[in-house]
């Protein structure tokens, strides 16, 4: 993969597509969408709009949850969570940008039941790097990635929402 910007329209399209099958293949009774700060939440809103939920959007800080927390210290940005409502036995469509190692959502959701216990947690995700440190997958991906061991990927928003590749400083 080169460096370079890309938007992300096409790939947040599939993903309400998939996200509506899932709905309604699983047959969740109004849905609570989280996003996981900051870009799991750009997308949870967008998609959020297109799918028409009627439940409000949540917003997750998953800083105080990280394993590696001692090691790289506290984001100096940190935030509280947003839960509109209760997640006990709730269906959850979590939103996240990129999964990699499954470490994030790992913390996501021990956060998530540190709320409650939902009846279900679906994991949906902008990019997939193909990089499972967890045994955790996405059940909907806007697309995979595969980057070279110098590479990164950010995601910038929240409007407009574009992928940047750029080579590691």
Same mark, same amino acid.
């Given at each position: 993969?080169?460096?370079?910007?890309?938007?992300?329209?096409?790939? #947040?399209?599939?993903?309400?597509? $998939? +996200?509506?099958?899932?709905?309604?293949?699983?047959?969740?009774?109004?849905?609570?969408?989280? @996003?996981?700060?900051?870009?799991?939440?750009?997308?949870?809103?967008? /998609?959020?709009?297109?799918?028409?939920?009627?439940?409000?959007?949540?917003? /997750?800080?998953?800083?105080?949850?990280?394993?590696?927390? +001692?090691?790289?210290?506290?984001?100096?940005?940190?935030?509280?969570?947003?839960?509109?409502?209760?997640?006990?036995?709730?269906?959850?469509?979590?939103?996240?940008?990129?999964?990699?190692?499954?470490?994030?959502?790992?913390?996501?959701?021990? $956060? /998530?039941?540190?709320? !409650?216990?939902?009846?279900?947690?679906?994991?949906?995700?902008?990019? &997939?790097?193909?990089?499972? $440190?967890?045994?955790?997958?996405? &059940?909907?991906?806007? @697309?995979?990635?595969?980057?070279?061991? &110098?590479?990164?990927?950010? /995601?910038? !928003?929240? $409007?407009? #929402?574009?992928? +940047?590749?750029?080579?590691?400083?």
């Amino acid at each position: 993969m080169v460096s370079g910007t890309l938007s992300v329209d096409a790939l #947040l399209d599939k993903m309400a597509s $998939e +996200t509506r099958a899932l709905i309604t293949r699983r047959d969740l009774k109004d849905p609570l969408m989280i @996003g996981i700060r900051t870009g799991g939440v750009w997308l949870a809103e967008r /998609l959020h709009r297109q799918l028409e939920l009627t439940s409000p959007l949540g917003v /997750l800080d998953i800083s105080f949850y990280r394993d590696d927390f +001692t090691q790289v210290g506290i984001n100096p940005k940190v935030q509280p969570s947003q839960l509109p409502c209760a997640t006990e036995g709730r269906d959850i469509l979590l939103v996240d940008d990129v999964i990699m190692s499954g470490r994030t959502i790992r913390a996501a959701l021990n $956060e /998530l039941f540190d709320y !409650g216990r939902p009846a279900s947690v679906s994991l949906i995700t902008l990019l &997939d790097l193909q990089r499972r $440190e967890l045994p955790i997958q996405a &059940d909907v991906i806007g @697309g995979t990635l595969a980057l070279g061991p &110098d590479q990164l990927v950010k /995601l910038n !928003g929240p $409007e407009p #929402l574009t992928l +940047t590749i750029r080579q590691r400083d």
